[in-house]
């Protein structure tokens, strides 16, 4: 019975012996694994930039608008109805707040205005919102403060400023405390924002500027037909379990009170967990379709590293016959030429998980996706390689183990 | 009397050659005894190295029966033979055999690797007997740095390395000059002389000469055994 060490010595010195012809073998393995590794961790990186983009707009969160859902598509105002875009009330909102696992309910109204400062221009969205608002939404406050529930009752003329809006018209200056003007009316600048990036369908979340809601309401949306209506509504979960439950009551609420009935709707509800799960699952997909191509190169590496051992199993004839006579048993054959197979295999597979995660590195870098690389994924390349080994080295090992040793040594 | 090393009692082997059965052992019988020093000659085709494989457990007979050192050829199975030829068998090859990218050391090692010894006692044994060949300042060269018989005093020492009961050789001296064929025959018989059991098959009557005794074979039998005369072996040695 061989000793272990002596097994694992005597691939590494078959291995080195033709140093080139091993590197080219594995080659193969290296350039499958490393394209495996590079394609899914280029997949991981979107699908968690899609989550995470997702995600920034707020977490366990139903947004009800105005206007019906055409079709399985997105959402889209009900443009054949103007009267639908005035839907949505604050009664409304106050009824979905008496809705059990609801934690907050935030009333928006959204418009668009110019504000200038320092005799810099901005023309931006200008949202009309109450305190609730930014836990509804998980935003932060980075600078200054929000205004709170007596200043938005009292439309005082404050506003709290994106990051974009703030970098923008205060290039210099810290605007605290500044004062801006939105469609000519004076406003004092309270707060900024926190960043959070763009959002998953490519806008700038952070191109905004809050303002209480009833300052909105009396001053800038000019909108005067009904001074109750809304233009959406945040509705905060407790869980994010509770958003299919709290969906369907808020759905029935409004239906009640719009006095619709179902396919009829006024209003719709966008629950970003299934959106969040319809773009994971997409980019999922698209993580496997890479995966799976690329272990298309890695059975291509396999079947190199089978090749060039049949050719070493021809060469090394003679001296499969010599460790025969000498000793060796069948299975000390096929554990050495298993063994070498395998190192090969594991070697490209060591290699190429460091070339796939440097190139994984340059392709991320360059889309600036975040770089996701599981642990467990690259021991499963490395495993993988070895599998790879063992299967394809398999059958050259058979036939080394089974050489008659007469005939072996006969060979020229 | 202590029974002897090899006893062989109606050794048949039958190959098949397309429709034919070729009959290369046909009813052989004999007994070498432990310490004997015995040459098996004969033309290509006599048998002998028929005899020589299954001697060497490389092949197992077809009818008969064979005992090495305790051991039924017919009755081991592969991984009892592949033990058999470790520990029972020290072969030398005409062609010597050696790993050309390992070292004499390694070389006269490898037997010992699959005997699972030791790697420190496997250089000792191994360094020992590469001394014992004469070789002892050459241990770390490899065999293109080694004359041919200096490769085949090698690949003795490493047929000794295991501590065989019977040392096997196939014509050693095929691929060496008269000169160096001698020294290798002058080894040969020291060995034999420190107690060695030996069996070459060679075609060479000089070689089979250097032997105490001859048995040779012809169409699968044996057609003469003799005890050769001292001053015969001596005058050669």
């Keep these: 019975m061989m000793r272990t060490s002596d097994l694992v010595a005597s691939a590494g010195r078959a291995l080195r012996a033709n140093p080139l012809r091993s590197a080219l073998t594995a080659l193969g393995v290296i350039i499958g694994v490393a394209s495996v590794v590079a394609m899914v961790a280029l997949g991981s990186g979107a699908q968690a930039q899609v989550e995470r983009s997702i995600a920034s707009l707020g977490s366990n969160l139903l947004i009800v608008v105005p206007g019906a859902q055409r079709g399985g598509g997105g959402v889209r105002g009900a443009a054949g109805a103007a009267g639908n875009w005035d839907s949505l009330t604050l009664d409304d909102a106050a009824a979905i707040a008496e809705i059990e696992r609801v934690t907050v309910v935030a009333p928006s109204q959204r418009a668009r205005a110019q504000l200038v400062a320092n005799g810099l221009n901005w023309n931006t969205q200008v949202e009309g919102v109450t305190p609730a608002y930014l836990e509804a939404r998980d935003w932060r406050i980075e600078q200054g403060r929000m205004f709170d529930e007596t200043e938005e009752r009292q439309a005082r003329r404050v506003v709290v400023l994106g990051a974009t809006v703030a970098r923008e018209l205060f290039p210099n200056v810290n605007p605290i405390g500044e004062s801006v003007r939105v469609n000519g009316g004076v406003f004092e600048v309270i707060g900024v924002l926190a960043s959070k990036g ?59 009170r719009h006095r619709t009935r179902p396919g009829e709707d006024d ?55 010599l460790r025969k006579a000498l000793g060796a048993r069948q299975s000390d054959i096929l554990h050495q030429f298993g063994l070498e197979a395998v190192a090969l295999s594991v070697a490209g597979g060591v290699v190429g998980l460091a070339l796939g995660v440097l190139g994984a590195w340059l392709m991320t870098s360059l889309f600036s996706l975040p770089l996701v690389i599981a642990p467990q994924n690259a021991l499963l390349a490395i495993a993988f390689s070895g599998l790879v080994g063992v299967l394809f080295g398999a059958y050259p090992a058979w036939r080394a183990a089974r050489l008659d040793p007469i005939e072996a040594l006969r060979r020229e | 009397m202590a029974p002897p090393l090899i006893e062989a009692a109606d050794l048949v082997k ?54 090495i050192d305790g051991a039924d050829i017919g009755a081991l199975d592969d991984a009892g033979l592949a033990q058999f030829r470790n520990r029972t068998i020290g072969f030398v090859f005409q062609s010597f055999n050696l790993l050309a990218r390992q070292t ?33 300042e050459r241990m770390s060269h490899r065999p293109t740095q080694l004359s ?76 003469s055994d003799t005890q050769n005369t001292r001053a015969r072996h001596d005058a050669h040695v």
């Design chain 1, 198 to 256: 763009q959002s998953g369908f490519g806008m700038d979340q952070d191109d905004v500027t809050l303002a209480p809601l009833t300052t909105v309401k009396r001053r800038i949306s000019g909108r005067s037909r009904r001074a109750d209506t809304v233009s959406q509504i945040s509705v905060k979960t407790a869980s994010e379990d509770d958003l299919g439950v709290v969906q369907e009551q808020v759905e029935t609420l409004l239906r009640q």
């Design chain 1, 267 to 321: 209003f719709t509800v966008q629950n970003l967990s299934s959106i969040t799960q319809t773009a994971a699952q997409t980019t999922q997909v698209f993580t496997y379709l890479l995966g799976g191509i690329s272990a298309v190169s890695l059975l291509v590496g396999g079947i190199g590293i089978m090749n060039i051992m049949l050719v070493s199993v021809t060469e090394r004839t003679r001296e499969i016959g």
């Design chain 2, 14 to 67: 039958l190959y098949r050659m397309g429709d034919e059965t070729v009959r290369a052992l046909d009813s052989v019988s004999f007994a070498i005894p432990r310490g004997d020093y015995c040459a098996i000659v004969g033309p290509s085709g006599s048998g002998k190295s028929t005899l020589m494989n299954i001697l060497g457990g490389l092949d197992t007979p077809t009818g008969g029966r064979i005992v």
């Design chain 2, 104 to 136: 004499a050391l390694e070389n006269v090692e490898l037997p010992m690797i699959y005997a699972g010894v030791t790697p420190k006692e496997r250089r000792e044994r191994a360094a020992q007997m590469l001394t014992r060949v004469g070789l002892g």
């Design chain 2, 148 to 223: 041919g018989g200096q490769q085949q005093r090698v690949a003795i020492a490493r047929a000794l390395s295991g501590r065989p009961a019977l040392l096997l050789a196939d014509e050693p001296t095929g691929a060496l000059d008269s000169q160096t064929g001698k020294d290798i025959m002058a080894l040969f018989a020291e060995l034999n002389r420190e107690g060695v059991t030996i069996v070459i098959v060679t075609h060479d009557h000089e070689v089979a000469a250097a032997a105490k005794r001859t048995i040779e074979m012809r169409d699968g039998r044996i057609v």
